[in-house]
């Protein structure tokens, strides 16, 4: 019913930008939270921004200063802007959102499938 889809991943240097977008599509009938969230091998998946429906943003504190989470409404769209990354950084970044679907009065949470952010020192 609701399909999450990250884009902007790959391989960057150390000290370098990237920047990931996620679309949410289907049956929405509106959206609360938004955010992301990151994996690396043999760790736990951990939040890294969030963005709620009423425009309050949430930094991991490893990333303050340095990321930037954004999101067009209109779009269903949840950006994140990534400079001045590091090698510890790296990991795989997945979207979610708060949705509600139509016809269904409560929330629940959806998940993108990932995208690959590298960082080499």
């Known amino acids: 019913q609701v399909q999450l889809v990250e884009s902007g991943g790959g391989l960057v240097q150390a000290g370098g930008s990237l920047r990931l977008s996620c679309v949410a599509s289907g049956s929405i009938s509106s959206i609360n939270a938004m955010g992301w969230y990151r994996q690396a091998p043999g760790q736990q998946r951990e939040v890294v921004a969030t963005?709620?429906?009423?425009?309050?943003?949430n930094y991991a504190d490893s990333v303050k200063g340095r990321f930037t989470i954004s999101r067009d409404n209109a779009k269903n769209t949840v950006y994140l802007q990534m400079d001045s990354l590091k090698p510890e950084d790296t990991a795989v970044y997945y979207c979610?959102?708060?949705?509600?679907?139509?016809?269904?009065?409560?929330?629940?949470?959806?998940w993108g499938q990932g995208t690959q952010v590298t960082v080499s020192s």
């Open positions: 963005f709620t429906s009423g425009g309050w943003t």
């Open positions: 979610a959102a708060e949705v509600r679907v139509v016809f269904v009065t409560t929330f629940r949470n959806y």
